[in-house]
């Protein structure tokens, strides 16, 4: 079946530094990937959805200078979280589709900020 | 804007007994129903989907889920719960105006006693 690899899964930094994380389609190519946001004992709360070599659309609320993302190729995109304070620290998950199927999700990443 | 409801956020059963999961979705017919379920620090996993070929779809592990339009239900069962089956359960719903994004519901903890 489909994968969809989340790297890194668990990441831990201090305040005011720039954390990346990838998203990448292992068996197919996607040319929808989407990054979602999850607070403890909450629901997905969808962030941006990305187009490959499009600009990301941003959920309302979600400030796009605060987190980057970057859809540069059919099995890779990225989500930066710019000068991260502790308010960022959460579950982040993302997911892949082809289009019209169903979408396929990573194992998610645990970020941390001191 | 398409919606799901989830009622009740923590459901507990017995081994063995039978497991019932609630979702109902807003009035429009959507092009998708899905079930997914979460695992502790991991990402989302399908265990059905709904596409309207037929009303009642089953799933991996044993799960199932009848679709009822004069409802707008989209229940979840299984006949026997496993200690295994224990875990956070997602109903989610394609928007009307895009087949990939989804929206999620506020999901139901299941938790089985021994």
């Known amino acids: 079946g489909a994968v969809v690899s989340q790297h890194p899964s668990w990441v831990i930094c201090k305040s005011g530094t720039s954390v990346k994380i990838e998203c990448r389609s292992l068996d197919f190519q996607a040319t929808t990937m989407f990054w979602y946001r999850q607070f403890p004992k909450q629901s997905l709360m969808l962030m941006a959805t990305s187009n490959e070599g499009s600009k990301a659309t941003y959920e309302q609320g979600v400030e796009k200078d605060k987190f980057l993302i970057n859809h540069a190729s059919l099995t890779l995109s990225t989500l930066t979280v710019t000068s991260a304070h502790p308010e960022d620290s959460s579950f982040y998950i993302c997911s892949a589709s082809t289009g019209d199927q169903p979408q396929h999700f990573g194992d998610g990443t645990r970020l941390s900020i001191l | 804007a398409q919606s799901v409801t989830q009622l009740g956020s923590h459901v507990s059963v017995s081994e063995g007994a039978l497991v019932l999961l609630r979702c109902n979705y807003s009035?429009?017919?959507?092009?998708?129903l899905f079930w997914y379920v979460q695992y502790p620090n991991q990402g989302l996993q399908l265990l059905l989907k709904y596409t309207s070929a037929a009303t009642l779809v089953k799933g991996i592990n044993g799960f199932e889920a009848e679709f009822k339009k004069s409802e707008t239900s989209f229940h979840l069962t299984k006949p026997s719960a496993h200690m295994s089956d224990a875990a956070e359960y997602f109903c989610a719903v394609t928007e009307y105006s895009s087949a990939s994004k989804i929206i999620f519901g506020s999901g139901t903890r299941l938790s089985i006693r021994p």
């Open positions: 009035s429009s017919v959507p092009p998708y």
